[in-house]
Structures are given as structure tokens and as C-alpha cells.
């Protein structure tokens, strides 16, 4: 989700002003207290004159936030899937190759969105795991498959493992894209998002 937020937090009977941070799958507060919340383990959210209020297990929380409350709280209520961060729509053609996990394809299936394990001409999103950096040598010759406009989703290991984030980039670069975008795929995945430049369209 990526927003944050100067707020005022009360939290365990004290009041601190510091920065609220609204990310994918859980909030944070940094300041002289430092809170973590996933929203899976919120009970109840609610947004009332600029006050977002957060119930957890036995444990209350609320952020002075202003405008952004209510918008943080239909955020935390309403989350994205990975579905909307990768930017799959209906009557997109979508090619997952060697993707991990099967949150992707369930997701797809869910939707009614066809997809073929394999490259196919014209794809709008090529979905490419890898789990080595030899794995990166494919972004060139993929882009023969891909729609001028489409793009390429690079699914790499997060915590510093081959490929990391680096050669990743640095491997999307050398193959003529460019990066424009990062999504959390899993919590040990992590996507990067590439596109054909414009002058190449």
C-alpha cells in the first residue's frame, strides 16, 4: 500500500506523536512507542473525525490521522490482492512461468482468468519466477512474447537471497526494460515490475 502519515497515537494510556506508516499487510507506528498490527490479527477497524481506531486480541489502539482515516480504514478493511497489485484484469493474457507458490493461480481461476503456463504470443503480463540469477538470462528473449505495452513481473526471493534485488535490476536494465514498479508477492517473494521503453513500442 505504501502511504504514511505524521499521527498522534494512543496506545496503553499514553499519547505520542509520531509517523504511521499503512503498508501491504500490516500498520506501523515509529515513535517514542513503536507498534506493529497485521491486519489479520484486527478485530475491529473503524474511522470516526479523523480518528482511526484498531482493536486487537485485548488491546486498543487509536491514530489521530485527519482526512486519512476513513481512507485508511476502508484500505485495511478492503485489502488489494495480488491480483490488483500485478494489474490483472479481465481479458488480459497472462503467462506464468515457473512462478512460486499457487496463491496466483487460484486467484486467477477465482476470477475467470485464463492463463497458460507457458509463453504465448502477445502476452499483457508474463509472471517469471526466479530462483537463481542464471533465471534472469530470460528477460531478453521473453520480450519477443510480450505485448508492446505489457509488462514483465520478476518474482525473486526476498532477505538478501540470489537473485536479489540488485541483479534483478540490474539484469532488467541490461535487457533493454525498464523497472517502474515493486509489489509484495508473498512473504518470501517479492515482484518487480518491467516494461519495454516507450521509444521501442
Same mark, same amino acid.
Given at each position: 500500500?505504501? @502511504?504514511?502519515?505524521?499521527?498522534?497515537?494512543?496506545?496503553?494510556?499514553?499519547?505520542?506523536? $509520531?509517523?504511521?506508516?499503512?503498508? *501491504?499487510?500490516?500498520?506501523?507506528?515509529?515513535?517514542?512507542?513503536? %507498534?506493529?498490527?497485521?491486519? !489479520?490479527?484486527?478485530?475491529?477497524?473503524?474511522?470516526?473525525?479523523?480518528?482511526?481506531? &484498531?482493536?486487537?486480541?485485548?488491546?486498543?489502539?487509536? =491514530?489521530? &490521522?485527519? /482526512?486519512?482515516?476513513?481512507?485508511?480504514?476502508?484500505?485495511?478493511?478492503?485489502?488489494? *490482492? %495480488? &491480483?490488483?497489485?500485478? $494489474?490483472?484484469?479481465?481479458?488480459? !493474457?497472462?503467462?506464468? &512461468?515457473?512462478?512460486?507458490? @499457487?496463491?496466483?493461480?487460484?486467484?486467477?481461476?477465482?476470477?475467470?482468468? /485464463?492463463?497458460?503456463?507457458?509463453e504465448q504470443p502477445d502476452a499483457d503480463l508474463i509472471l517469471v519466477g526466479a530462483s537463481s540469477p542464471a533465471d534472469l538470462e530470460r528477460l531478453g528473449p521473453l520480450q519477443a512474447w510480450l505485448a508492446r505495452d505489457?509488462?514483465?513481473?520478476?518474482?525473486?526471493?526476498?532477505?538478501?537471497?540470489?537473485?536479489?534485488?540488485?541483479?534483478? =535490476?540490474?539484469? $532488467? !536494465?541490461?535487457?533493454? =526494460?525498464?523497472?517502474?514498479?515493486?509489489?509484495?508477492?508473498?512473504? *518470501?517473494?517479492?515482484?518487480?515490475?518491467?516494461?519495454?521503453?516507450?521509444?521501442? !513500442?
Amino acid at each position: 500500500m505504501g @502511504d504514511e502519515a505524521r499521527a498522534t497515537l494512543r496506545y496503553e494510556g499514553r499519547e505520542v506523536e $509520531g509517523k504511521a506508516l499503512l503498508e *501491504t499487510d500490516e500498520l506501523v507506528f515509529r515513535g517514542d512507542v513503536r %507498534l506493529t498490527v497485521p491486519y !489479520r490479527a484486527l478485530t475491529s477497524v473503524s474511522a470516526e473525525n479523523g480518528r482511526l481506531a &484498531l482493536a486487537w486480541a485485548d488491546e486498543r489502539a487509536e =491514530l489521530e &490521522l485527519g /482526512p486519512k482515516a476513513a481512507r485508511w480504514a476502508d484500505r485495511i478493511l478492503n485489502p488489494r *490482492t %495480488l &491480483l490488483d497489485k500485478l $494489474g490483472v484484469e479481465p481479458g488480459r !493474457r497472462v503467462s506464468l &512461468l515457473d512462478t512460486p507458490g @499457487d496463491e496466483i493461480r487460484a486467484l486467477l481461476a477465482a476470477r475467470g482468468i /485464463p492463463f497458460a503456463e507457458a509463453e504465448q504470443p502477445d502476452a499483457d503480463l508474463i509472471l517469471v519466477g526466479a530462483s537463481s540469477p542464471a533465471d534472469l538470462e530470460r528477460l531478453g528473449p521473453l520480450q519477443a512474447w510480450l505485448a508492446r505495452d505489457g509488462s514483465i513481473w520478476v518474482v525473486a526471493p526476498k532477505g538478501g537471497v540470489e537473485p536479489t534485488e540488485a541483479q534483478v =535490476l540490474a539484469a $532488467g !536494465r541490461a535487457a533493454g =526494460l525498464v523497472d517502474v514498479k515493486v509489489a509484495r508477492w508473498s512473504d *518470501t517473494h517479492t515482484a518487480h515490475k518491467f516494461v519495454i521503453p516507450t521509444a521501442r !513500442r
